[in-house]
Each structure stands twice: as structure tokens, then as C-alpha cells.
């Protein structure tokens, strides 16, 4: 099954203020999922020497921004086979999925399959006046995040004895109302989980997030961004965050990254949030009591639409497997400009 | 119970600590309490129980009470414990708009009044308010617990609009599960009181719906969705936490599910503890016993209303 995923290549030479999209949908050597089985490790070339003993993606040193203010980061893929950033999927998942799209007779609206995630870029260090800033976005729907870094002493409710972070949401148009409300309320909770919060007591971390398109799978995005936007401000971290938006289809095929058009006919939707897969040190305790490994675990989980319990599980394997690709892309987004 | 201080995640002062039996034993158990909560609640959940003596799984007592706001079309108050909660029912007839014209509308809203917490002050609303009502209203109408068109009077000219407020008066943790419960038994107690609309242009007096002037009927309510909230702590899963228990757990998984078993949400907004699949089916398991065990309860209720009304 061709199972080809679209990841935007920035050619290097692009002019930083307008970077291009590419999708290559075809790219001629590129292995087939199919082919891979599904318990290997990530099959991605080992990742560059590190520079700097901090770029695990949990700490960067703040004062580095400074110096590099003029250089607006991207993202990019330099390699074609890093593009086998693939969807390591178990076959039978695979198969069931085809079978019943192809039974359906139902292709999405823009061309992909239902594995088929959306070009994702990540840009860091777009606002200067920001103490960290990102902008992510995943086809049309694009989130500005914009960080704060601690500023001194909590809201009253708030415990003293650690940092709390504090989010808005601005959306693109319209006032501001439940949903928003919902929104900061979620990414708040799931920031606060990645978050080291006893390194800074009694400091506030500010969230803004402005959303500046939104084509469906709008938290996840949002998510992402706040997340690549701690790490550009210096926030200390547990660990990244990688959110991902499920759709679940009547027929009980599963769907990557809906559009907003695909999230209304879809039975059903979800975002689901899980933790960045490590990559150095075996984490102790969560993953011995558990016999799954620690990135299969939900940092966060948002429903909607009401599924079969199978359904739900479905798509949590399949969220889970794409959520192993992102968290290739965000790595690498991260590494790349760290220097 | 309160003689060692164990450690239990928290930082402690060497009195608490260090002497063992000595300056420990001194303390009252409130003092502890307050003073290190967090190792109070794990002293408990070692021996398996919580801090108000239940077990880990169980819920704690509900009770449903329908009818009692007199001037409303359907109310009903709901006890989980001390979280009290009142929700009443509107309805009232509006022009629907032209894209679902032969569809009535809900509209939800859940206020925290002063009354409820002592954390919440008058003027400005508790930061959850918003967040739950925009949950109920996500699970009424993902669920599809009410058809809107059984809520159409004359198509494209007259509809409902239930008004649904929900009210709560005491917050002690739980707050979705019990405002839900609330408003599902406010939507069984709910009677359309026979109003007579009258269509500007048509003839006076005389409606197209013989239904609406008729006995009083009820909503026909299909798919009925309970919920439960969990809290995740360092491996164990405890069933309905209170206030007390929710500000020492940072975790908590909401699952809704339906009369056909689906599952209408799995909510877990962030939180330390991951959720695995173990973890998440166990928490179903308990949200399927614990639907069981509301709807029964529920089912009482109605059939003590009815008893009442016919006596």
C-alpha cells in the first residue's frame, strides 16, 4: 500500500520571510510502509551530532535567542530518506483501514489518504519581543504561540510553591466566549503536565495563542506550537508534548488530521495529546508498571461525537503511531536550529 | 493514624520528619491535615480507603429529587454527597432560523454561584464555569439525547428553545457528573404545558398542532448519556473524588457513555499521570457500573413522580 505522507521541504536557499511549501507526494524511493515491521525502532538515520550538551529539546539556553534574533528558523527536511518519517504502522490497522476506505469508495477531498497527515512546518523566533515564539501549522490551519517566560509571583488561587502558567487564546475572529475559554482551559492543564513546575516557584508563565487559520484539527496545532514555543523560550520541560487529531468515519475507518469539512461528517473526532518518545535514557517507574512503553500514554484526550469503545481504541493506536512521526518532525525542527 | 509523617511526595519540616513517633504525635489530625495534605491522602490510600472512609471504587451516595422548582417546565436536584446541584428547564417558542428550520435548539448554561465554594467571589466567575457548561452542551447534543426536531412546532414558522440552566450550590468535587445527572432528570421531568402558539397571518386561536393544546406530553428521550469522573494518583484510579481530593490529584479522566454503550467522551484535560490503555478500559469498566447504577436511581425517581402525581 503506498502509504506516503506529505512533510514540507524547505529548500535551504529559501528566502527566509516567504518560506515555500513543497508537497511531494511521490517521492520515487521511498520505502513502503507496508514493508517495515511494526515493533523496529524509528528507522530514521541517527540524529546529528549535538552541539551543545542542551538540545535534548528540554533546555536551551535563553540567552541564545538574543544573539540570534535575526535568524528566523525553519524547519526543513534535508534528506529524502529522513522522509521515511513513516507511519509505522501495525499491517493489520493498515489493512482494515484501506480495505474499508476502499470499500467506502471514499478518497478525502484534497487527495490524501486516510494516513495522510498534512504538510506540517515549525517556525521558532518570529517575534523578538517574545521571550520564546513559534508558529506551526498543519495545511491551512496555522497557530501563533507566543511565550513569556516566568514573571514573578502566582494569581491568588495558585499554589506558591509552583510555577503556574497562564494561557489566552485569541481566535481569529469573533469574541471571545465558552469555547475559548474550554481551549485555554485544556492547554493549560496539558502545559502545566509537560512543564517542570517546581524549578521556578512562585513565577507565572504566560501562553498566547493567536489563531490565525483554522482548517479543522485547531488544539492540536495549538498545542504544538505553545509546546516548540516553551522549548524557544527556555522553559524547562519533562518532556515535549506531540498532539494529533483523529477522525472516526461511520464505517469505523480511521482518519489522520481532518479538515474542518471531514470533522463535521465524521462520526466522530478526537484530539489526543502524547508525550515525546524519548530517545536517550529509559525512563524509570511509568513504563515498568505498565507493559506499554511511556509514549503510549494520553497526556490529554478530547472527544467529540459519541464512537463505539472499539472506535475510540482504534484510534488511539492509530494516533499513536502518527504521533511517533511528529514527534521525528519536532525533534529535528528543534535540533536543526538549536545551534 | 496521623503519628508518621512519611514522606508521601511533599516536602516536610525535620519536626515532621525526623523524630519519628515524637513532635509528629503531637499534632491533631486536622492540623495534619491541612498542614500536609498530600501525605495525609497517601497514609489513606495505603490502607485503600479515602479520606471520607469510602473505597477507591465507589461513588459516593446519590439522590435525585424532581420537580421542584414549581414555575419551571422541568427541574430536578441532584446530591453526589455534598456537591448539590439544581438545574430547571424553560421552554419557550422562538422562529427557528431558515437553515434548520424544522429544529428546536437547547441552550445550556451552568453558573457557579458564590453560594457554592469559598473560592469563588462574587463578580467574577469561577474559571470552570464556562468550561462546563461548554462540556454539557457538547455531550447533550453529541449524544443525541434529545431529537431537536421533536422539538419543532410548525415548520420553518415555531419551535422550542429549551432554556437549560444549571445551577450549583455546593461544589464539592465532581461537578460535570453532577450537573449532567441534573439535566438528564430535568429532561425526563420536562412537560411541554400545552401553550397555544398562534402564527401571525393564520387564523386566531387556532393553531396548525392539535398536539400543543392537548395533554401535556413529555421528551422523548433516546440514548440517555451518564458520565464519570475519575482521578488518576501514582497507580491508583479513585472513583467521584471530592473537592478535598481534587486539589490534591492533578489527574482526572471523564468518560460519558450512553444507553447502547457507546462512549459519548473520554475527557482527561492534561494532567502528571499518563493514561494508558489499561488504564483508560478500567476507567470504562467503572463508568459502565456506575451508568448502570444512575439510571436505576433515575428510574426510581420518575416512577416515585408519577406515584405522586397520580395519588
Known amino acids: ?339 | 493514624m496521623a503519628t508518621t509523617a512519611r514522606g508521601g511526595g511533599e516536602r516536610e519540616p525535620a519536626a515532621g520528619s525526623g523524630g519519628g513517633g515524637g513532635a509528629a504525635a503531637e499534632m491533631e489530625v486536622e492540623a495534619y491535615r491541612r498542614l500536609f495534605p498530600v501525605a495525609y491522602f497517601e497514609r489513606h490510600l495505603r490502607e485503600s480507603v479515602r479520606l471520607d472512609a469510602r473505597p477507591l471504587a465507589s461513588p459516593r451516595d446519590t439522590s435525585v429529587a424532581l420537580g421542584l422548582v414549581g414555575s419551571a417546565d422541568g427541574s430536578a436536584l441532584v446530591k453526589f454527597g455534598d456537591t448539590t446541584m439544581v438545574a430547571a428547564i424553560k421552554l419557550e417558542v422562538m422562529t427557528p432560523p431558515a437553515e434548520s428550520s424544522d429544529e428546536g435548539s437547547v441552550a445550556v448554561d451552568f453558573y457557579m454561584p458564590p453560594i457554592c465554594s469559598p473560592t469563588v467571589r462574587p463578580g467574577r466567575s469561577a474559571e470552570v464555569a464556562p468550561v462546563i457548561s461548554k462540556q454539557l452542551s457538547d455531550v447533550i447534543m453529541s449524544s443525541g439525547m434529545i431529537n431537536l426536531k421533536d422539538l419543532c412546532l410548525i415548520n420553518g414558522k415555531a419551535s422550542w428553545i429549551a432554556y437549560l440552566d444549571i445551577y450549583c450550590l455546593n461544589a464539592d468535587g465532581s461537578l460535570f457528573d453532577a450537573a449532567l445527572v441534573s439535566a438528564v432528570a430535568a429532561f425526563t421531568h420536562c412537560i411541554d404545558d400545552g401553550r397555544v402558539v398562534t402564527v401571525p397571518g393564520e387564523l386566531e386561536g387556532k393553531t396548525k398542532l392539535p398536539l400543543v393544546n392537548k395533554d401535556k406530553r413529555k421528551l422523548m428521550l433516546n440514548n440517555v448519556p451518564f458520565s464519570l469522573t475519575c482521578g488518576l494518583h501514582k497507580e491508583h484510579i479513585l472513583v467521584d473524588p471530592t473537592a478535598e481530593e481534587e486539589s490534591i490529584i492533578e489527574t482526572f479522566v471523564t468518560v460519558v457513555l450512553d444507553t447502547l454503550g457507546r462512549v459519548v467522551s473520554v475527557y482527561k484535560p492534561g494532567g502528571s499521570v499518563l493514561a494508558y490503555t489499561s488504564i483508560l478500559k478500567e476507567c470504562i469498566t467503572l463508568a459502565k457500573r456506575r451508568a448502570q447504577q444512575l439510571r436505576n436511581i433515575l428510574n426510581e425517581s420518575v416512577s416515585a413522580m408519577e406515584v405522586d402525581k397520580s395519588s
Open chain 1, 1 to 339: 500500500f503506498p502509504v506516503v505522507e506529505g512533510v514540507s521541504i524547505h529548500n535551504r536557499f529559501t528566502n527566509l520571510k516567504a518560506p515555500t511549501l513543497i508537497l511531494n507526494p511521490s517521492v520515487p524511493n521511498l520505502p513502503r510502509a507496508s514493508e517495515k515491521p511494526f515493533a523496529s525502532s524509528p528507522p530514521t538515520p541517527p540524529t546529528p551530532p549535538l552541539r551543545s550538551p542542551s538540545s535534548s529539546g528540554a533546555l536551551r539556553n535563553p540567552s541564545k535567542h538574543l544573539l540570534e534574533k535575526e535568524k528566523v528558523s525553519e524547519s526543513r527536511v534535508s534528506n529524502l530518506s529522513q522522509l521515511a518519517l513513516l507511519w509505522i504502522l501495525p499491517p493489520y490497522c493498515l489493512l482494515s483501514n484501506w480495505a474499508g476506505m476502499r470499500a467506502m469508495g471514499m478518497d478525502r477531498l484534497d487527495g490524501r489518504n486516510a494516513n495522510q497527515m498534512r504538510p506540517l512546518t515549525c517556525s521558532r523566533n518570529l517575534l523578538h519581543r517574545a521571550h520564546g515564539s513559534a508558529r506551526w501549522s498543519q495545511g491551512d490551519t496555522i497557530v501563533l504561540a507566543a511565550v513569556y517566560g516566568p514573571k514573578a509571583g502566582t494569581r491568588k488561587g495558585d499554589d506558591p510553591e509552583k510555577a503556574s502558567i497562564e494561557v489566552i487564546w485569541k481566535p481569529k475572529t469573533g469574541q471571545i466566549g465558552k469555547q475559548e475559554k474550554e481551549y485555554e482551559m485544556i492547554l493549560k492543564r496539558t502545559l502545566q503536565s509537560i512543564c517542570l513546575l517546581t524549578s521556578h516557584p512562585n513565577t507565572t508563565t504566560s501562553v498566547i495563542v493567536q489563531v490565525v487559520g483554522d482548517d479543522g484539527s485547531l488544539l492540536p496545532c495549538a498545542i504544538n506550537a505553545s509546546c516548540a514555543a516553551l522549548v524557544d523560550a527556555g522553559i524547562p520541560l519533562k518532556h515535549l508534548a506531540v498532539a494529533i487529531c483523529c477522525g472516526l468515519s461511520e464505517t469505523g475507518s480511521v482518519i489522520l488530521d481532518p479538515t474542518k469539512v471531514e470533522e463535521q461528517k465524521m462520526q466522530a473526532f478526537m484530539h489526543l495529546v502524547f508525550p515525546n518518545s524519548p530517545l536517550a535514557v529509559l525512563p524509570e517507574g511509568s513504563s515498568s508498571k505498565h507493559d506499554e512503553p511511556f509514549e503510549h500514554g494520553i497526556i490529554t484526550s478530547v472527544t467529540h461525537g459519541a464512537m463505539p469503545e472499539r472506535g475510540y481504541f482504534n484510534c488511539l493506536d492509530r494516533g499513536r503511531a502518527a504521533s511517533a512521526a511528529i514527534s521525528e518532525f519536532l525533534r529535528r525542527s528543534l535540533q536543526k536550529d538549536g545551534s
